[in-house]
């Protein structure tokens, strides 16, 4: 049986986790739009990886014993200033995403509850990835500037096949 905090500290990442598929969806709509492919392919599979993080904690609380409410999210903005703005914020996210499943590893510890402290570290090397792939996008954009958006446009997908190699591998 989970306990009540960690069942409440799982449920509120749910609500993170449904809204980062869903803001990375809306940037990708956004990126498409403004034909750019590549980017809008990265960002589509990033919104179906959240996803599936979601569905992960989903089963995880219901196995466990607890409730796993399905919340109404956000919407997220509609439109981005630019690639670069939307990369930053992107950074942004992962790392306000990090420091929550890093709270919620807190609150496993205080209620020792090691079994969901041991299974959310899958979540804790997930962040690792995460933001050291948005990190490696924003170095590329530094790298080719925003004037050769074309070029990065191109170049995102081969960053993204790296990344699911590297994945395989480990
Ligand atoms: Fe991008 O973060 Fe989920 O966990």
């Not at 219901?62 to 670069?84: C, D, H, L, M, Q």
Request: aromatic share 10%; with cysteine.
């Amino acid at each position: 049986m989970l306990p009540k905090k960690v069942e409440e500290a799982l449920v509120s990442q749910i609500v993170k986790e449904g809204y980062s598929s869903n803001l990375y969806l809306a940037m990708a709509s956004w990126a498409e739009g403004q034909g750019l492919e590549g980017i809008s392919t990265w960002l589509y599979v990033q919104s179906e990886e959240e996803r599936t993080h979601m569905l992960k904690l989903i089963h995880y609380t219901n196995e466990r014993g607890g409730t796993a409410s399905i919340p109404a999210f956000e919407k997220p903005p509609v439109e981005y200033a630019g690639v670069k703005p939307m990369f930053e914020q992107v950074l942004k996210h992962e790392e306000f995403i990090s420091a929550s499943i890093n709270e919620i590893v807190a609150v496993c510890i205080a209620e020792k509850d090691f079994t969901t402290q041991n299974w959310v570290q899958w979540f804790v090397n997930e962040q690792i990835q995460e933001e050291k792939s948005a990190r490696a996008i924003l170095d590329k954009l530094k790298i080719l500037g925003e004037n050769n958006l074309y070029l990065f446009d191109r170049d995102i997908m081969s960053l993204r096949a790296a990344e699911a190699a590297n994945e395989a591998g480990a």
